[in-house]
């Protein structure tokens, strides 16, 4: 069966990148030396959407456009999250297990960061907006 992917992501003031392929050591956002390590086989071959350093605001919007069914996954620190994990979970996304993935280049960066990994499968194609 074929599924979904991800075909555009906007909000919080930055560029976002044309959708690309999860490859272990993706960079995580231009601008940055950083990339995601230790990525869940179950990431890797999906879409990848890249923005620039840093979205702004304390409390911005972000949609995301895909085809249908997917599975969307969304990563982010805590310390920066602008009151996104509450807004996922309020509407049916679950924490999921990150195993050792962790983004990597930062002084501080560990596999012991704190890193919030959610996800949510959704049947059709649609633009989901937080």
């Keep these: 069966q074929a599924c979904g992917q991800v075909t555009s992501v906007t909000g919080g003031g930055a560029t976002w990148q044309t959708p690309t392929d999860t490859i272990e050591g993706i960079q995580t956002h231009n601008g940055r030396s950083y990339t995601l390590v230790d990525i869940p086989t179950r990431l ?3 879409k990848y959407v890249v923005h620039d350093a840093w979205p702004t605001g304390s409390g911005w919007s972000m949609g995301i456009t895909f085809s249908g069914p997917v599975h969307l996954f969304v990563w982010l620190l805590p310390s920066y ?4 994990s509450a ?3 309020a509407d049916g996304w679950t924490a999921e297990d990150r195993g050792t993935m962790h983004r990597a280049g930062g002084v501080a960066d560990t596999a012991a960061t704190p890193m919030e990994l959610w996800g949510k499968y959704v049947e059709a194609g649609s633009t989901l907006t937080y």
């Design 81 to 84: 999250d602008t009151g996104l």
């Design 44 to 46: 890797l071959g999906g």
């Design 87 to 89: 807004k996922l979970q």
